[in-house]
C-alpha cells in the first residue's frame, strides 16, 4: 500500500479484517513515521490476533473469505517517495507483492503504474492521474496504458473508491440487473457531517478544493456541457438525512461510465455544500489562496493552495470530531421490457460509527473501504484480466456483495424521488 493518510489508515484496517485475503501488508509512503504510526494502531486494535469480522464467519456469497482464525496480517512499513520509479520498484521487488494499493495522491498514478509494469504487479487505485500544475481529472494518461498492461498480463483497476469506484459498481448492477437500456443517471453524494470547525476539508484540501473549483460539466446526448463552477443547485430530500443543496459539479467517473454504461444520454453528478463552506471557499478563491499557479513568497516559489493544505486542518485529525451521515447513490432512469423504470441505489455511513472502527472519518472510510475490496477482487480471481479498467468494467455482484461484509451496505429503491429538472 502506498500512502499513510485518512484513505489508507482505512484500507489497511480492512485488509487486516479480510486477513485470510491480506496475508502480508507493507504501508509504504513518504513519511515512515506516519506508516509506522498506523501499524502501531492497526496492532493495537487487532491485538496480534486474526482480524475477522464478526458479521461473517467463514466463506461469502460475494467470495470473499473471512477467517477468523487466521494469522494477523503481517504488517512490515517503509519510506519510499512514489514520484520516483526506480525507488518503487526497489522496493516492490524487495517485499514480492501481488498488488499495489495506491492510496497516495493522483499525482503518484503513472510512477507506480510504472513500476507495476516493470515488476509485473497488479495496480488498485482511487482516483485518476492528475499532473501537479493543472487540474484535468481525465483517464486519458491511465487509458493509453492499456496495452502495457495487457501485454504484461497484469491487471490495473482504476477509480475503486466510493466515487469513483462504489458509484461505477452500484451504475454496473443496476445495468445488470435492472434495465435492458439506462437512459440517465444522476449520482448523489451528499455529506450531513458537522466537525464543528470554521473550514475544513474531507479529504485531501489540494485534490478537493481543485475538484470545486473547477467548471461543472456533464455528459448529455453524446457530449459534455460546460458550466460555471457551482452554478446549477438543487435541493433533494436524501434517505436518512433530508434536505440538502446539491451543485453540479464534474467528477471523473462521469468519463468512464458515459463510455461504458450502454445506451446513456445524461450523467451528472451532485454534491452537497453548506453556506458556511461555501462562503470560506469564495473568500479564499477571491484572495488567490486556491491558486497553483506558483507565485514568489520570501524568494521562494510557492503554490498557493499547497500552502492553503499546510494551513488547514489534516482530514485524518476530523475523526473524532465529526457528527452526522453520508448518503452517496447512484439515481437511474431507463427502461426494462419496454417499459420506463426508475431505481435508485445508496449507502448511508454514520461518521461517528466509522471513528468508532477505524479511527477515521466516513470519507476516508467509504473510500478505504472500496480499495481493499477492490484489491480482494483481483487477489481472489473474482475479478481478472490482464489491462486496464475502470470498476464499472467488472462483474459487480462479487464487490455489492462483500460492500455489505466489510462495512458499507447498500439499499435500493424502486420510488425514488426524482432531481427537479
Ligand atoms: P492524505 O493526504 O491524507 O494522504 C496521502 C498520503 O500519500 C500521505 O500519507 C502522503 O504522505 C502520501 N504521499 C504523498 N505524496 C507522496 C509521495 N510522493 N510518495 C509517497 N507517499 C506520498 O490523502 P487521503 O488519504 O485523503 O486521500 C488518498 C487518495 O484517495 C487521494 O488520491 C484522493 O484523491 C483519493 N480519494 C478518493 C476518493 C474516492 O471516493 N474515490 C475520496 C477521497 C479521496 P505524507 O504523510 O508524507 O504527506
Not at 458479521?55 to 477467517?67: F, K, L, N, P, Q
Not at 498480463?153 to 475503486?160: D, E, F, K, N
Not at 463552506?277 to 513568497?297: A, D, W
Request: glycine share 10%; aromatic share 10%.
Amino acid at each position: 500500500m502506498i500512502g499513510a493518510g485518512g484513505v489508507a489508515g482505512v484500507a489497511a484496517y480492512k485488509c487486516c479484517q479480510n486477513n485470510a485475503v491480506f496475508s502480508d501488508l507493507m504501508i509504504a509512503s513518504r513519511t515512515l513515521s506516519r506508516c509506522d504510526a498506523l501499524k502501531a494502531r492497526l496492532l493495537e486494535k487487532f491485538g496480534g490476533k486474526g482480524g475477522g469480522n464478526a458479521a461473517c464467519g467463514g466463506a461469502t456469497a460475494s467470495g470473499v473469505c473471512i477467517d477468523k482464525s487466521a494469522a494477523l496480517t503481517n504488517i512490515s512499513t517503509a519510506q519510499v517517495d512514489a514520484d520516483d520509479t526506480a525507488q518503487l520498484v526497489a522496493l516492490i521487488r524487495s517485499f514480492k507483492p501481488d498488488i499495489v494499493i495506491n492510496v497516495a495522491l493522483p499525482y503518484q498514478d503513472l510512477s507506480i503504474m510504472d513500476a507495476c509494469l516493470e515488476t509485473g504487479v497488479h495496480y488498485v487505485d482511487t482516483a485518476n492521474y492528475e499532473p501537479p500544475d493543472t487540474a484535468k481529472f481525465e483517464y486519458g494518461w491511465q487509458w493509453a496504458y492499456r496495452e502495457r498492461f495487457r501485454n504484461a498480463g497484469i491487471t490495473a483497476l482504476l477509480g475503486s473508491g466510493f466515487d469513483p469506484g462504489v458509484t461505477g459498481v452500484f451504475c454496473a448492477y443496476a445495468q445488470k440487473h435492472y434495465f435492458d437500456d439506462i437512459h440517465e443517471i444522476d449520482i448523489l453524494d451528499a455529506n450531513a457531517g458537522d466537525h464543528g470547525l470554521p473550514f475544513a476539508t474531507n479529504f485531501n484540501p489540494e485534490i478537493n478544493i481543485r475538484e470545486i473549483t473547477a467548471n461543472g460539466r456533464y455528459f448529455e446526448n453524446g457530449a459534455f456541457v460546460e458550466t460555471r463552477p457551482l452554478e446549477i443547485k438543487r435541493v433533494y430530500n436524501f434517505p436518512e438525512i433530508g434536505d440538502k443543496d446539491i451543485y453540479l459539479l464534474y467528477h471523473e467517473e462521469l468519463e468512464s461510465l458515459a463510455a461504458n454504461i450502454r445506451g446513456i444520454r445524461r450523467i451528472r453528478f451532485w454534491m452537497t455544500f453548506s453556506e458556511k463552506y461555501l462562503t470560506h471557499l469564495k473568500v479564499l478563491e477571491n484572495v488567490g489562496m486556491t491558486s497553483i499557479r506558483p507565485i514568489v513568497f520570501d524568494g521562494r516559489e510557492i503554490i498557493p493552495l499547497q500552502f492553503l493544505k499546510a494551513v488547514l486542518p489534516d482530514p485524518a485529525s476530523l475523526g473524532p470530531l465529526t457528527k452526522g451521515k453520508t448518503n452517496i447513490g447512484c439515481i437511474v432512469r431507463g427502461a426494462k421490457g419496454g417499459k420506463p423504470k426508475d431505481y435508485y441505489v445508496y449507502n448511508v455511513c454514520d461518521h461517528e460509527e466509522c471513528y468508532r472502527e477505524t479511527g477515521a472519518q466516513a470519507i476516508s472510510y467509504t473510500t478505504g473501504v472500496p480499495a481493499m475490496i477492490g484489491a480482494s477482487m483481483l487477489l481472489t480471481g473474482a475479478w481478472k484480466g490482464p489491462g486496464v479498467f475502470n470498476i464499472e468494467e467488472f462483474d459487480p455482484d462479487p464487490f455489492m456483495g462483500a460492500l455489505n461484509v466489510f462495512g458499507l451496505p447498500w439499499k435500493e429503491s424502486f420510488e425514488p424521488e426524482l432531481l427537479n429538472g
